[in-house]
């Protein structure tokens, strides 16, 4: 479904250059659950928005369902079927949750439809109540509520390849474990592929395969019961 080859992507500061991500190639299938973890500043985010069309590739190239996108624009990749949710999700002013989720719902085939849900069954996935469908997408809502609104708009999207970037940041255990589940069930079809940065114990035991950021690069991958010695598992 997805192919990175050879990604680059490095920053200027002034006359200095960083490669933050380097000479990256990696693989999902559709149907894969991939979780990718590492230490803090490995460069997960960045590959993240690498994959969204947030941040351009230096070198490489980017192949979704046999096209290039490469050039290709974040929302001209969002209608190919990418999503991605923010580690840090930003706020809307005026939109109420309702109307986020209205138009994360455009596409045809919806994980709304899918489970013959509405709104608010959305809702109580991410464990919120239908009271915040009203909810403006401001400061009144929790760090974590935010974050679960979030998430909500990224399944409401029904996108093919959906990216979580850090999905337990600010979520409390009890509803994490629900929200485990979702993940689980989510890459169950065939022709969508998860993938979820975290460093949640909980997240990379249930992916088909594991890969281990170090400075931008794979120090390793495999299936989580390979990898028990590096995650300390
Ligand atoms: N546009 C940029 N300009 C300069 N430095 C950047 C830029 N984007 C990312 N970085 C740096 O690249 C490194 C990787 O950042 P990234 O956000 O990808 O890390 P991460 O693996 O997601 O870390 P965390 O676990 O803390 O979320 C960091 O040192 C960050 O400061
Ligand atoms: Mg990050």
Redesign the pocket.
Known sequence: MLDLQNIEFV?K?GAKRRA?IQDLSLSVKAGEFVAIT?P???????LARLIMGINRASAGKLIFNGQDITEKTITERAKLGIAYSF?QPVYFKGLSVRDLLQVAATAKETFLQDTGTDYEKLLATVGLSQDYLERQIDNSLSGGELKRVEIASVLARGAKLMVFD?PEAGIDIWSFARLTDVFRKLHKKPDCAVVVISHQKSILNIADRVVI?KDGKIQAQGRPEDLKEELAL
């Not at 803090?40 to 960045?46: A, Q, R, T, W």
């Open positions: 920053v500061n933050i590492g803090n500043g490995s460069g997960k985010s960045s580690q850090e950021l």
